[in-house]
């Protein structure tokens, strides 16, 4: 400070005019710095919020590095440290339990028509992984068992039940019980009904709802779900869905995709809980990141 003072007396000036001049200078330099400050701090999240986000979902398995809802793709969300990985169940014509998240079977098989059409014989005969790379052509649809077994012991399984009615719920129960692990178990609730059902039949499982509306928030909580998914198209005014959740007790989970830089920062502003992605390994190195500090854009 007193070399700049001493340079501006050089160029001449009083020095109630370098006093001012200073003052001046001072306060732009304060109030940059607070800027600056500001802009940091509300574009990084604390290393809390990416603590906090100790559940890590593989969306229908390692689903952008292997074709999804395919035993490849569970076995890679197995491979890099994902906590859950998250399958479609729904029912064949022979009324057996199968993995595919769409109900038709024209996006991910080399066949057509609803996949509700087809015995569960028949549908494990289509390639369920050529679309997705030639590198797994034959890849089959999996049943439900093939999946439970796959993960026992190994990483936690979140069935997003696709349909309703105690038969369908009761075999969902009888096939965790026999060939997984309830207690490693995640329900994918999609209805009040079904969450009351799932906490009388399965009481070991986690319960993560699948709600329809904002408003339904407290019911599913009422019901016994322990984590509540919001869609962030929700929060696009405000986050008082979060807030709703937050005031219930549950725990949080959100959508993500990519688990890029970007999205998980823009994610953990609400503080989750639970994310899910395509791409589990990067998501999980991107958490990692944000809860060093690393915020640099790679």
């Given at each position: 400070m007193?070399i700049?003072?001493?340079?501006?007396a050089?160029?001449g000036?009083n020095?109630?005019m370098?006093v001012?001049?200073?003052q001046?200078?001072?306060?732009?330099?304060a109030l940059?710095?607070?800027?600056?400050?500001?802009?940091?701090?509300?574009a990084?999240p604390?290393?809390?919020?990416?603590?906090?986000?100790?559940?890590i979902?593989?969306?229908r398995?390692?689903?952008?590095?292997?074709?999804?809802?395919?035993?490849?793709?569970?076995?890679?969300?197995?491979e890099v440290?994902?906590?859950a990985?998250?399958?479609?169940v729904r029912?064949?014509?022979?009324?057996?339990?199968?993995?595919?998240?769409?109900t038709?079977?024209?996006r991910?098989?080399?066949?057509?028509?609803?996949a509700?059409?087809?015995?569960l014989?028949?549908l494990?005969q289509?390639?369920?992984?050529?679309w997705?790379?030639?590198?797994y052509?034959?890849?089959?649809?999996?049943?439900?068992i093939e999946?439970?077994k796959?993960?026992?012991g190994?990483?936690?399984l979140?069935?997003?039940l696709?349909?309703?009615?105690?038969?369908y719920?009761?075999?969902v129960?009888?096939?965790?019980r026999?060939?997984?692990?309830?207690?490693?178990?995640?329900v994918?609730?999609?209805?009040?009904?079904q969450a009351?059902?799932?906490?009388?039949?399965?009481?070991e499982?986690?319960?993560l709802?699948?709600?329809?509306?904002v408003?339904d928030?407290?019911?599913?909580?009422?019901?016994?779900a322990?984590?509540?998914?919001?869609?962030?198209?929700?929060?696009?005014?405000?986050?008082?869905?979060?807030?709703?959740?937050?005031a219930t007790?549950?725990?949080?989970?959100?959508?993500?995709?990519?688990?890029s830089?970007?999205e998980?920062?823009?994610?953990?502003?609400?503080?989750p809980?639970?994310?899910s992605?395509?791409?589990?390994q990067?998501?999980?190195?991107t958490?990692?990141?944000?809860a060093?500090?690393?915020?640099?854009?790679?």
């Amino acid at each position: 400070m007193r070399i700049v003072m001493h340079q501006l007396a050089r160029k001449g000036g009083n020095k109630t005019m370098i006093v001012q001049r200073m003052q001046s200078l001072i306060a732009t330099t304060a109030l940059s710095l607070c800027l600056v400050t500001s802009v940091v701090c509300a574009a990084s999240p604390s290393s809390d919020a990416a603590a906090k986000a100790k559940q890590i979902i593989a969306h229908r398995g390692a689903s952008a590095e292997r074709p999804e809802c395919t035993l490849a793709a569970v076995q890679r969300a197995i491979e890099v440290g994902a906590t859950a990985v998250e399958v479609d169940v729904r029912t064949s014509r022979d009324g057996q339990l199968f993995i595919l998240h769409d109900t038709t079977l024209d996006r991910t098989t080399n066949a057509k028509g609803p996949a509700n059409a087809w015995t569960l014989e028949q549908l494990q005969q289509l390639d369920a992984g050529s679309w997705f790379d030639a590198a797994y052509r034959g890849e089959r649809i999996p049943s439900l068992i093939e999946a439970a077994k796959l993960c026992r012991g190994k990483i936690d399984l979140l069935l997003d039940l696709k349909e309703q009615g105690d038969e369908y719920d009761r075999q969902v129960v009888r096939i965790i019980r026999e060939h997984g692990k309830p207690s490693q178990t995640i329900v994918g609730v999609r209805s009040v009904p079904q969450a009351k059902r799932f906490r009388e039949l399965l009481p070991e499982a986690k319960q993560l709802a699948l709600i329809p509306t904002v408003d339904d928030i407290e019911a599913f909580a009422a019901a016994g779900a322990d984590c509540i998914r919001v869609w962030l198209r929700w929060l696009d005014e405000n986050d008082e869905p979060v807030k709703r959740v937050r005031a219930t007790g549950k725990r949080l989970h959100l959508n993500g995709t990519t688990g890029s830089l970007d999205e998980t920062l823009a994610l953990l502003v609400h503080q989750p809980n639970s994310l899910s992605s395509d791409d589990p390994q990067k998501l999980k190195a991107t958490l990692q990141r944000i809860a060093n500090g690393d915020l640099e854009s790679r």
